[in-house]
């Protein structure tokens, strides 16, 4: 083999090299099957930018008169109509079918014991194109002032401080029995995140839940899009579930604050909830039963009963609440 030729290949080792390493957080995946990856899109809602007019609470020792400024300049007047303003981002979330695997999950006394653990891969991309109120100066007072208190501007994230350029995924998963009315907390096991790892990863790389809130997620582009892929994971689930939602927050820092029972002003926050029903038994668990979606029924009553319990009004696979 001449010089020319070895020189050839160490550059063709080199590059190969290279591409296999993306960037950190980044995941190379194998390509997926058409519609074995479910894409939830980011619901933009111009609203979400703001809140009000509300009467802000507790400042009722602030009340005075001024000599030479407007009573209606002081913070008492203006704290009974107040506009509250934030800038809004979405991340786009999609996920692969829920499915189930059998690990050898560490104990409290050191021993190892066989679990049954359901999880659900998933993919964030951060897509741009968020909110933020687009007020004018005020020259004389030096302040932002919104001739419309529902205003807001649609910028991509690119290059602006707010909302930043990237991102970072705070997740929090929830999957919750309609029967039983059990909420189940996603764990991080590390063994199981391994063994799903290779399962269906091929080579990539998933985060669990902790994990990928380290990882800063930048604006895709059409040419270069940017996944990260990351892993829920339960173990300990009630086999005779049969209905049952997954709430997942930290895709968008959109909250509300609205009064709980006793008149207090708590905050609630944007949640993704996917629906899924099992149509098999306690007897023997396995993945090929659950399904993605509200079941339908010919019967309306027994219709009405199934979206009763998912608290829907109508056949939905998933939708934004506040929670």
């Not at 957080?25 to 509300?54: D, N, S, W």
């Not at 009467?55 to 030479?68: F, G, H, M, R, V």
Request: aromatic residues 12%.
């Amino acid at each position: 083999m001449t010089r020319q030729r070895c020189f050839i290949y160490f550059v063709a080792s080199c590059l190969t090299i290279a591409v296999s390493f993306p960037a950190f957080g980044q995941t190379v995946v194998r390509p997926l099957a058409p519609g074995v990856l479910k894409v939830i899109p980011p619901e933009y809602k111009t609203e979400e930018t703001f809140q009000g007019p509300i009467q802000l609470t507790n400042i009722t020792k602030l009340d005075w008169e001024p000599n030479y400024w407007p009573r209606t300049e002081t913070l008492r007047v203006k704290s009974v109509e107040t506009v509250l303003r934030r800038n809004v981002w979405n991340l786009e979330f999609a996920f692969k079918p829920l499915r189930m695997i059998n690990v050898d999950v560490p104990q409290p006394d050191g021993k190892m014991e066989r679990k049954l653990v359901w999880y659900l891969v998933y993919r964030v991309r951060n897509n741009g194109n968020h909110l933020m109120p687009n007020g004018k100066q005020d020259a004389p007072f030096d302040r932002i002032i919104y001739d419309d208190p529902q205003v807001v501007d649609s910028v991509v994230g690119v290059g602006t401080d707010e909302p930043r350029d990237s991102i970072r995924f705070f997740p929090h998963f929830v999957l919750q029995s309609i029967e039983q009315q059990v909420a189940y907390m996603d764990r991080v096991i590390p063994a199981a995140v391994a063994a799903i790892e290779r399962r269906e990863m091929r080579g990539g790389q998933l985060y669990n839940s902790v994990d990928i809130s380290r990882v800063a997620v930048p604006v895709s582009k059409p040419d270069n899009p940017v996944d990260v892929w990351g892993v829920a994971t339960w173990e300990g689930i009630d086999p005779r579930i049969d209905y049952f939602s997954i709430y997942i927050k930290g895709l968008t820092n959109a909250y509300r604050l609205v009064p709980d029972q006793q008149g207090k002003m708590v905050n609630v926050q944007k949640t993704l909830q996917l629906n899924f029903w099992r149509p098999g038994d306690a007897v023997y668990e396995h993945e090929g039963e659950v399904r993605f979606g509200v079941p339908a029924v010919e019967n309306p009553v027994e219709q009405s009963k199934i979206l009763l319990n998912y608290n829907l009004k109508e056949r939905v696979d998933y939708l934004w609440v506040y929670r």
